[in-house]
């Protein structure tokens, strides 16, 4: 992909090759030249805010990496009243800038990849950060090598939320309001327009966070194909939604600084679960730990249609099923941590429609078992039989966009079924292990 300048108004012109390092810049970011390669020359400046530099960061490989296990998230209840909905200070979309921040351990397949769908912006960041943790392979000279800054984590027990905060608390304080802070996976490829569609919703200050709507990359087998029908039933929801998300997901979210700055401000305070930082490092699921936090402070989140993006899927049932395990098992905690609030109760009760969910499956499967015990054949109730059409159509609708292949394959329900029981497995296992208080470990 090459850069095309900048949209909607901002400057014209083709940038070949790599974004914008700006050499001699007094921005924060721009005086990590000890984790970096060479800053590269500006083809076409663009005004930036003054802003009082950072120390430069010193990194060093961390020893032999010690398993984590995630410690068990104390009870927290809010110390401040209901916030009302609010916006941030308008900014001038023009000149604000943007530092990309991509945490990575072990990624040298993909973060090739990752940083040239980067590059490829049609508003591409002023500075790029691989953060890498923990890395035995090829990953911290691949990035290098591609010259953008590389920072290896430094003595890091708490994976990728750890290692972000590394990052992010020595460059956070010195940013201004027209600075923006992307945080994405190293297994994520972004869609071109991500940056500039992104930058312009949080330059309203309507927005406090811009997330994407993602897809599965090619890969995976027959288990991969399945994700990637959840995914574009996903994309499919948020689209109908106007970019309604409840989640910001690790995958990539793009943040206006001053929205990181207000919670570290908010956990310092008390007013928000967590240490000091921008992400709490006790919890299974940082963005969604995050997301809640945001949206606590009343400020607004949005994943616009626009926004694209590509993500690994898991290539295996067994890693699928771990996935989603950690996924809906720190969507629990981080609920309980939160408690009953104004935010959260649309949170709980997904969880409890969730949790109904499961109990409706099992009295159909219970039903079906029960029928063939007794007569010996499966007799199937018409309540039943509507409520399988219903969701075979549903099944064939929602991934027409995937060609007529999905299509069917959705339509004749046996398969799209068996996954959903096995997902359905996943979050029926982290209910369980929540009830039973069971040590959580990633």
Same mark, same amino acid.
């Given at each position: 992909?090459?850069?095309?300048?900048?949209?909607?108004?901002?400057?014209?012109?083709?940038?070949?090759?790599?974004?914008?390092?700006?050499?001699?810049?007094?921005?924060?970011?721009?005086?990590?030249?000890?984790?970096?390669?060479?800053?590269?020359?500006?083809?076409?400046?663009?005004?930036?805010?003054?802003?009082?530099?950072?120390?430069?960061?010193?990194?060093?490989?961390?020893?032999?990496?010690?398993?984590?296990?995630?410690?068990?998230?104390?009870?927290?209840?809010?110390?401040?009243?209901?916030?009302?909905?609010?916006?941030?200070?308008?900014?001038?979309?023009?000149?604000?800038?943007?530092?990309?921040?991509?945490?990575?351990?072990?990624?040298?397949?993909?973060?090739?990849?990752?940083?040239?769908?980067?590059?490829?912006?049609?508003?591409?960041?002023?500075?790029?950060?691989?953060?890498?943790?923990?890395?035995?392979?090829?990953?911290?000279?691949?990035?290098?090598?591609?010259?953008?800054?590389?920072?290896?984590?430094?003595?890091?027990?708490?994976?990728?939320?750890?290692?972000?905060?590394?990052?992010?608390?020595?460059?956070?304080?010195?940013?201004?309001?027209?600075?923006? @802070?992307?945080?994405?996976?190293?297994?994520?490829?972004?869609?071109?327009?991500?940056?500039?569609?992104?930058?312009?919703?949080?330059?309203?200050?309507?927005?406090?966070?811009?997330?994407?709507?993602?897809?599965?990359?090619?890969?995976?087998?027959?288990?991969?194909?399945?994700?990637?029908?959840?995914?574009?039933?996903?994309?499919?929801?948020?689209?109908?939604?106007?970019?309604?998300?409840?989640?910001?997901?690790?995958?990539?979210?793009?943040?206006?600084?001053?929205?990181?700055?207000?919670?570290?401000?908010?956990?310092?305070?008390?007013?928000?679960?967590?240490?000091?930082?921008?992400?709490?490092?006790?919890?299974?699921?940082?963005?969604?730990?995050?997301?809640?936090? @945001?949206?606590?402070?009343?400020?607004?989140?949005?994943?616009?249609?626009?926004?694209?993006?590509?993500?690994?899927?898991?290539?295996?049932?067994?890693?699928?099923?771990?996935?989603?395990?950690?996924?809906?098992?720190?969507?629990?905690?981080?609920?309980?941590?939160?408690?009953?609030?104004?935010?959260?109760?649309?949170?709980?009760?997904?969880?409890?429609?969730?949790?109904?969910?499961?109990?409706?499956?099992?009295?159909?499967?219970?039903?079906?078992?029960?029928?063939?015990?007794?007569?010996?054949?499966?007799?199937?109730?018409?309540?039943?039989?509507?409520?399988?059409?219903?969701?075979?159509?549903?099944?064939?609708?929602?991934?027409?966009?995937?060609?007529?292949?999905?299509?069917?394959?959705?339509?004749?329900?046996?398969?799209?079924?068996?996954?959903?029981?096995?997902?359905?497995?996943?979050?029926?296992?982290?209910?369980?292990?929540?009830?039973?208080?069971?040590?959580?470990?990633?």
């Amino acid at each position: 992909m090459k850069n095309t300048g900048y949209v909607n108004g901002a400057p014209s012109g083709r940038h070949r090759g790599r974004p914008e390092y700006t050499a001699g810049s007094d921005h924060p970011t721009e005086q990590l030249t000890a984790i970096g390669a060479e800053p590269r020359p500006v083809a076409e400046p663009r005004p930036a805010p003054t802003a009082r530099p950072t120390a430069n960061i010193a990194s060093t490989r961390t020893g032999t990496p010690r398993r984590h296990r995630a410690r068990k998230a104390e009870p927290f209840r809010l110390k401040t009243k209901r916030r009302r909905r609010r916006s941030l200070p308008k900014a001038d979309v023009h000149a604000m800038r943007i530092t990309a921040l991509v945490p990575a351990h072990n990624e040298e397949a993909q973060i090739g990849e990752t940083i040239t769908s980067l590059f490829g912006q049609r508003r591409p960041p002023e500075t790029i950060i691989v953060i890498a943790d923990n890395c035995t392979d090829r990953t911290v000279e691949i990035a290098r090598g591609m010259g953008v800054q590389v920072y290896e984590t430094v003595d890091n027990e708490h994976k990728k939320a750890g290692g972000l905060n590394q990052v992010i608390d020595r460059i956070l304080p010195s940013l201004g309001p027209a600075d923006a @802070i992307l945080v994405m996976d190293a297994d994520s490829t972004l869609g071109p327009e991500f940056l500039s569609h992104g930058l312009e919703r949080l330059a309203s200050g309507e927005f406090g966070a811009v997330g994407g709507t993602f897809t599965g990359k090619p890969g995976g087998g027959f288990v991969g194909m399945l994700q990637r029908n959840e995914y574009a039933r996903y994309v499919r929801d948020v689209e109908r939604l106007q970019g309604k998300a409840l989640v910001l997901t690790g995958t990539a979210t793009l943040f206006r600084a001053l929205t990181l700055q207000e919670v570290v401000a908010a956990r310092a305070a008390g007013e928000l679960p967590g240490g000091a930082h921008v992400y709490d490092t006790r919890v299974l699921t940082e963005d969604n730990e995050l997301t809640l936090g @945001i949206l606590h402070l009343g400020l607004r989140i949005v994943c616009p249609p626009k926004c694209t993006l590509m993500t690994e899927v898991m290539g295996t049932w067994s890693d699928l099923f771990k996935q989603r395990l950690r996924w809906k098992r720190g969507a629990l905690e981080n609920l309980t941590d939160y408690g009953w609030t104004h935010i959260t109760r649309t949170y709980w009760g997904r969880q409890v429609l969730s949790l109904i969910g499961l109990l409706v499956i099992a009295i159909y499967l219970g039903s079906l078992l029960l029928s063939l015990a007794l007569t010996g054949h499966v007799r199937i109730q018409p309540v039943w039989m509507v409520v399988t059409l219903i969701f075979s159509l549903e099944r064939a609708v929602s991934v027409r966009k995937r060609g007529p292949l999905q299509v069917v394959l959705g339509a004749l329900i046996v398969v799209e079924m068996a996954f959903d029981l096995y997902l359905q497995a996943a979050q029926a296992q982290a209910f369980w292990d929540a009830i039973r208080r069971k040590e959580r470990k990633w």
